[in-house]
C-alpha cells in the first residue's frame, strides 16, 4: 500500500478522516544532486570506495536475547501487536557472516527459523509457535554505492525512510517504494516493491539488479550466494525468485544491489531514477453526513475509470497517482487524494483534471486542500503509513489487484459494508492507483505476475484491544467476501479482478473457510508464475528450512 496507517484526526468542518489515505497517499519528489559523494549511514560513513562485507561486519553484534532477558518481550512483537510468538531466542545480526552462523546453528540443533527485518508483515510468519529461532536483521542497515557493481547496496534492515535519505542526499535518486519510512527494504523489495512513483518508474523490483541471500544446501550447510539478473549468471533463477517471490521462502535475504535496466556508464546519480524536487499533492474531502449511496458508487466508478483510459505504459498521466479512500460511515469523511511531481509540464492541470473527472456528477460540495512540499520532508516524515499508533497496533489487512473498473454488483457491497453497524471508525476501504509503466515489463520478465491491474483494493480495519478482536476481523472478513461473492469469497483472476499482493499476505486466502472458490492462494499471489517458483524453491531451499503460512512449495516428486 503505500503500505496503510492509522488513527483518525478532526477536520476543519467537525467530521474525522483517518490518516491513512493523506499520509498514504503523500509522496512524489526531492532535490535533485549530482555527482558521486560520501553519505552518513546509520551505520557509517560511507564513500564511494566501501567494501561492503566488511564495513558491516565490525559493527554490531551478534546479540543472543533469551526468555528472561529484559529485552526479550520488547524484541518479541513486530508491528502488527495480534501476534506475538515464544522463540527459545531472537538473534540480532549485523553481518551477512552473523546471519550463516545463526542459520548453520538453527539447522545444526534441527530448529525452525523466521526473519524480520522491518517488523511489518500482516501476518503471523514470524510468531509461528513452531518458530524457535527469530533473526532480527535491523541493524543491518546500510545503504550506500557498490562501485564494482555499479549499483546501490541496500541491507535488509534498512527502512525505507532511511534509504529515501541516503540516496537523495548522496546522489539525488530514489526508488519507487512505499509511502512508510519505518517499513524494511528486506521483505518490501522481495515481495516487488511500490509505491507513489510506480506509475512513472515501475516496481522497485524493476530496478533490481542483484541480491546476496544465506541459502542452505541439501546437507544442512548455510553459505552466502549472489544472484543476479545477468542472464548468464547460474544463480539467475534465485534473483528472479526474490522479484516479487515474497520473504521468508528460499532463504535469507542480506543484502540488495539496485541499479535501473539500461542505465549505463559509472556516475551513480545516473543509475537509478531521478528523485523529484517537489511534491503537488490535492486532497479533497467530502462529508459521510451527505453522501448518497448514489454520490459514493459515482466517486467510486469514475476513479475506475479514470484508470481504465489513463494507464498505459508512457500514458502522460502515468505520473499522476491517486487514492480514493471511502472510510466507514462511523469514521465521517470520504477522501481523494491526488499527487504527482511538481516539475512535470502539465502538472497542476493534471491535478486538477483528475480531481473533476473523480467527483463529475457529485452533487456535493467538498473540501479541497492543495499544497506543494518537498518530497524526501513527505515520504520520510515519523509514522507516515504506519498501521495503529503507540496505542492501536491491532490490524487486518486485506487486498487485491483489478484490471479494469468494480462491477456494479461489487458497487453495491462497497457501499453495504461501509453504512453497516459492525465496525468503527478506523475501518476502510483504499482504491490505490497502479498501472502505467508497472505494465512495460511482462508477466514472466519477474516473478510479479500482475502486469496488466490498473488498481489495487485494500480493505483494513485496525483496533487496540485484544477483546475487540473477533468483531474487528469479523467486519473486514465479510466485507472482503461480500466483493467477491461471486468467485468464491477472493480475487480470483478473469476480467475484472486479477489476485492479489504478497507484501499484503493474507492467510484467509489459504483458509477453506473463507476461500471456497477451489483457486488456492498461490494462483492467487502468483498466477502463472507459481510452478517456476517451485523449481527455485527446490534447488535453493532442498530443505524446506524457509516457510510459513503461505510459503512456495517445492514440486511433488514422482
Not at 473477533?470 to 486479477?498: H, I, Q
Amino acid at each position: 500500500m503505500p503500505e496503510v496507517s492509522d488513527r483518525s484526526t478532526s477536520l476543519p468542518d467537525g467530521g474525522a478522516v483517518s490518516r491513512r489515505g493523506l499520509l498514504a497517499g503523500a509522496g512524489a519528489a526531492a532535490v535533485t544532486m549530482a555527482g558521486t559523494v560520501a553519505c552518513t549511514g546509520a551505520t557509517g560513513t560511507w564513500g564511494a570506495d566501501t567494501t561492503w562485507a566488511e564495513s558491516d561486519a565490525a559493527i554490531f553484534g551478534p546479540v543472543t536475547v533469551r526468555p528472561g532477558d529484559v529485552r526479550y518481550d520488547n524484541l518479541l512483537r513486530g508491528n502488527n501487536f495480534r501476534f506475538a510468538g515464544r522463540p527459545d531466542e531472537i538473534r540480532v545480526v549485523g553481518s551477512t557472516d552473523q546471519v550463516v552462523r545463526a542459520v548453520s546453528e538453527a539447522v545444526r540443533s534441527g530448529r525452525r527459523v523466521a526473519v524480520r527485518s522491518g517488523g511489518h508483515c500482516y501476518e503471523s510468519f514470524t510468531a509461528d509457535p513452531a518458530v524457535k529461532v527469530l533473526l532480527d536483521l535491523s541493524p543491518m542497515e546500510a545503504v550506500g554505492y557498490d562501485p564494482a557493481r555499479r549499483a546501490f547496496s541496500v541491507r535488509p534492515g534498512a527502512t525505507l525512510g532511511h534509504v529515501y535519505r541516503t540516496l537523495f542526499k548522496g546522489w539525488g535518486v530514489t526508488i519507487p517504494g512505499g509511502a512508510c519510512p519505518g517499513v524494511g527494504a528486506g521483505g518490501h523489495i522481495a515481495g516487488g516493491g511500490y509505491g507513489p512513483l510506480s506509475r512513472r518508474y515501475g516496481s522497485v523490483v524493476d530496478h533490481l539488479y542483484g541480491v546476496e541471500v544465506v541459502v542452505v544446501d541439501r546437507d544442512g550447510t548455510a553459505r552466502a550466494v549472489v544472484a543476479t539478473r545477468e542472464p548468464d549468471d547460474p544463480n539467475h533463477d534465485l534473483w528472479w525468485a526474490h522479484t516479487g517471490g515474497g520473504g521468508g521462502n528460499f532463504g535469507v535475504v542480506t543484502r540488495y544491489w539496485l541499479r535501473s535496466p539500461g542505465a549505463t556508464g559509472t556516475d551513480p546519480s545516473r543509475l537509478l531514477p531521478t528523485s523529484p524536487r517537489e511534491m503537488l499533492q490535492h486532497a479533497v474531502f467530502w462529508s459521510w453526513e451527505h453522501m448518497s449511496k448514489q454520490a459514493l458508487t459515482r466517486l467510486l466508478r469514475n476513479f475506475g475509470t479514470w484508470h481504465e483510459r489513463n494507464s498505459a505504459p508512457g500514458s502522460r498521466s502515468a505520473g499522476l497517482y491517486g487514492i480514493l479512500q471511502p472510510s466507514h460511515r462511523a469514521a465521517g469523511t470520504v477522501m481523494l487524494v491526488a499527487q504527482i511531481d511538481a516539475d512535470l509540464p502539465g502538472a497542476d492541470r493534471m491535478v486538477t483534471d483528475f480531481v473533476s473527472a473523480v467527483s463529475a456528477g457529485v452533487d456535493l460540495t467538498p473540501m479541497h486542500v492543495r499544497r506543494t512540499m518537498p518530497w524526501l520532508h513527505r515520504m520520510t516524515w515519523p509514522g507516515t503509513g504506519e498501521s495503529g499508533d503507540v496505542l492501536a497496533r491491532r490490524y487486518k489487512i486485506k487486498a487485491a489487484y483489478l484490471r479494469r473498473s468494480l462491477t456494479e454488483t461489487q458497487l453495491e457491497a462497497v457501499y453495504r459494508n461501509l453504512t453497516n453497524s459492525l465496525s468503527g471508525p478506523d475501518a476502510d476501504m483504499l482504491l490505490i492507483g497502479y498501472g502505467g509503466q508497472v505494465g512495460a515489463t511482462a508477466p514472466e520478465a519477474t516473478a510479479m505476475a500482475q502486469r496488466d491491474v490498473i488498481m489495487k483494493a485494500v480493505y483494513s480495519t485496525t483496533w487496540m484491544d485484544e477483546a475487540d478482536d473477533a468483531a474487528c476481523l469479523t467486519w473486514v472478513r465479510e466485507f472482503y467476501r461480500d466483493m467477491y461473492a461471486d468467485t468464491g469469497g477472493v480475487p480470483v483472476p478473469g476480467e475484472v479482478n486479477d489476485g492479489s499482493y504478497i507484501n499484503y499476505p493474507d492467510a484467509d486466502l489459504a483458509d477453506p473457510a473463507w476461500n471456497t472458490s477451489g483457486v488456492p492462494a498461490h494462483r492467487l499471489y502468483y498466477k502463472d508464475n507459481y510452478p517456476r517458483l517451485q523449481q527455485v524453491k527446490a534447488r535453493w531451499d532442498p530443505r524446506d528450512v524457509f516457510r510459513h503460512a503461505l510459503a512456495i512449495e517445492a514440486p511433488q516428486s514422482g
